[in-house]
């Protein structure tokens, strides 16, 4: 009996598998280990942004009060100035 062949031809490798399952198993190891390496970075770089972020609302509300302050003192001054 002849063997069916594909319209493609033969398989170069004849018989054997195209990978080695060890090898398979190494590439979705090292995948994870990228994937697990790439979020912690993403998590990082989010985790600062939002560090940031609370800094910069905590200088514009000391921003607010020193101008609030600072008007309190030029309305006081000047009512003491009106008295006189």
Do not use: C, H
Not at 34 to 60: P, Y
């Amino acid at each position: 009996m002849n063997k069916p062949t594909n319209s493609i031809g033969p398989s170069p490798r004849g018989n054997k598998p195209a990978r080695n399952p060890r090898q398979v198993g190494i590439a979705l190891i090292t995948t994870l280990m990228i994937l697990l390496l790439l979020s912690t970075m993403i998590v990082g770089i989010a985790w600062l942004v939002m560090g940031d972020q609370k800094l910069g609302g905590n200088n514009s509300d000391r921003q607010l009060a020193f101008y609030g302050a600072e008007a309190g003192m030029e309305q006081m001054t000047a009512s003491l100035g009106e008295r006189s």
